[in-house]
């Protein structure tokens, strides 16, 4: 079954950077675009970054251009989120998310506070 487990989360201080995993499993993944979301307290879960099968596309939530970088490695069949700058609007739970044959699949999610 597909499984989606996200790590690397934490508390950092403003200004700080952190780099999210998510190792995926149970499809094949290099075929697949894969999603960060994120979904801060009393909010609606949005979108963060995606990137598409191969890598070469990636897109990007307009607060977080040019702070954020998501990557995959399809050998290792995981995507990353790498956040610096980090504010603490960016505090939030932040999810891996994939839709394969029209069903959508989260991780568990990761917390991440950005807080002095």
């Known amino acids: 079954q597909v499984q989606l487990v996200e790590s690397g989360g934490g508390r950092v201080q403003p200004g700080g950077s952190l780099t999210l995993s998510c190792a995926a499993s149970?499809?094949?993944?290099?075929?697949?675009?894969m999603t960060w979301y994120r979904q801060a307290p009393g909010q609606e879960r949005d979108l963060v970054a995606s990137?598409?099968?191969?890598?070469?596309?990636?897109n990007y939530e307009y607060s977080v251009r040019g702070r954020f970088a998501i990557s995959r490695d399809n050998t290792k069949n995981t995507v990353y989120l790498q956040m610096n700058s980090l504010k603490p609007e960016d505090t939030a739970v932040y999810y891996c998310?994939?839709?394969?044959?029209?069903?959508?699949?989260w991780g568990q999610g990761t917390q991440v506070t950005v807080s002095s």
């Open positions: 998310y994939v839709r394969r044959q029209q069903v959508d699949y």
């Open positions: 149970g499809f094949t993944f290099s075929m697949y675009g």
């Open positions: 990137i598409s099968p191969s890598g070469d596309n990636t």
